[in-house]
């Protein structure tokens, strides 16, 4: 009986002493995305102790492949965090993209449009590393492999989350939750339903992309709409390129050989383009759905979402990496007031601005979406998308609304 006492006070004083032992920062940002790495940056700079969680290993995060233009405001935010070194020396700029319509090329020229603003090519694979070297070398903490991360308590002052890992369960105290964890992330899920509103549009096609160890067929990034479906000429270099095929939403990449996709990207270039393709063994292939979210607020008491977390665009305009980028630009200019001023109120405006910049993203990315895609199977959308797509072709003014949000809005 005394034996199971004094076990039992063991236990508890042992329990005592992991409590006591409860890590803390003042961030907990949650998921080693774009958004979440740019974030553990810029909070680094401004001396503000932050962790980053993330369910999967390293090696995973690194190897993602995703889109990879950059609008300058994006450049501008890695730059003034110390990641912008390589992007400088091996981004590829892009003064312009084509459209790409019953076999006529037309560039919408972009700094002749934009007071001479332009776009650069640079992978968010390159990026994501460029992030993670730089927070090495600021020394700051990144957990990997953390399963079961929980938000907790976020609608009163003493927020935390609990996870595991190897093989433990642990628990952070902090000030702020971030959720930067995509998607399928489970910051979004923990918000209470009555709280948070979203907003969603799937498109019935996905995208079929592939990457190869070519030479790209076009300098600039080329939209081509065809009686055979939407294709996109990228590059992530001056000898790899990157290529996608609208497919059908429930295809899968294994129906597709490189020969295949090869095949059929051909046959939806304009002839020009046809004849100059480089063809290879592919180094990547995967299909994406295409899909339009946005979720109100942005701020859950000491919960606050960002990138992915809160919203997706479909990639026609490219803009989800840089989404993310003035996210996170708006968001940690909220936090730094509020650990300066205790200004609560510079989070909640956190979520107004960001959300204002989304939505325009959001109109941009589904108006080039619908312009170029066959998506419809009514007579009269395929008119007015023909329609639309003549008079961009005819009309400076309308490459010029293109031009200056392809290039990024002001932030
Ligand atoms: N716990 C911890 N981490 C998680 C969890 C979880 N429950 N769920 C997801 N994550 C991690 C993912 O493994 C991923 O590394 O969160 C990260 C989210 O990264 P992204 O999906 O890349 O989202 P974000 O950083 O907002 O990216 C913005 O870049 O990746 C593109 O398509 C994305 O264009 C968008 C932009
Ligand atoms: C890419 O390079 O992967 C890319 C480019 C432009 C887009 C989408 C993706 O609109």
């Not at 503000?48 to 300058?72: F, H, M, P, T």
């Not at 295809?251 to 059929?264: G, H, I, K, Q």
């Not at 063809?279 to 292939?285: A, M, Q, R, V, Y």
């Not at 325009?360 to 895609?373: I, N, V």
Request: with cysteine; proline share 4%.
């Amino acid at each position: 009986m005394n034996k199971n006492k004094d076990k039992n006070r063991d236990k508890n004083k042992n329990r005592d002493k992991n409590k006591n032992k409860t890590q803390r920062t003042q961030i907990i940002i949650i998921g080693a995305g774009p958004a979440g790495l740019m974030l553990g940056c810029l909070l680094d700079l401004a001396g503000i102790d932050n962790i980053i969680v993330e369910r999967q290993s390293k090696a995973y995060v690194l190897a993602r492949i995703r889109a990879g233009i950059l609008e300058q405001t994006t450049i501008d935010l890695l730059c003034e965090m110390g990641a912008g070194e390589r992007l400088k020396k091996e981004g590829v700029p892009h003064h312009a993209l084509i459209l790409a319509h019953r076999n006529i090329c037309t560039p919408v020229r972009l700094p002749e449009l934009t007071n001479g603003k332009f776009v650069t090519a640079y992978g968010q694979t390159e990026v994501t590393k460029d992030l993670c070297d730089k927070r090495a070398a600021n020394g700051s903490q990144t957990l990997y492999q953390a399963e079961n991360v929980t938000p907790c308590d976020f609608d009163t002052t003493q927020p935390y989350i609990h996870f595991e890992k190897d093989g433990g369960t642990h628990k952070i105290a902090c000030e702020l939750i971030i959720g930067c964890d995509g998607f399928h992330g489970i910051s979004r899920q923990s918000v209470p339903q009555a709280a948070i509103q979203t907003y969603e549009k799937i498109y019935p096609v996905g995208w079929l992309g592939l990457l190869s160890e070519t030479k790209p067929v076009s300098l600039e990034v080329v939209y081509a709409n065809t009686p055979r479906g939407f294709a996109l000429c990228s590059m992530r270099s001056h000898t790899r390129s990157r290529y996608y095929i609208q497919c059908a939403l429930n295809d899968r990449v294994e129906n597709w050989s490189d020969d295949a996709f090869w095949d059929e990207f051909r046959r939806r270039l304009p002839p020009n383009l046809a004849e100059a393709l480089e063809t290879g063994p592919s180094i990547e292939k995967s299909i994406a759905p295409l899909r339009s979210f946005v979720a109100e607020p942005l701020r859950f008491g000491r919960l606050l979402l960002a990138g992915d977390a809160a919203h997706v665009v479909p990639p026609t305009g490219a803009k989800g990496l840089n989404l993310a980028a003035s996210d996170i630009y708006y968001l940690h200019q909220a936090i730094r007031a509020y650990f300066a001023d205790g200004d609560e109120a510079a989070l909640t405006d956190y979520s107004t601005k960001a959300l204002a910049r989304v939505w325009k993203a959001e109109r941009f990315s589904w108006y080039l979406t619908t312009m170029t895609h066959n998506l419809s199977d009514n007579a009269f959308d395929e008119k007015i998308k023909h329609a639309e797509l003549d008079y961009v072709i005819s009309s400076k003014i309308a490459q010029q609304v293109i031009a200056e949000n392809y290039v990024g809005l002001p932030l």
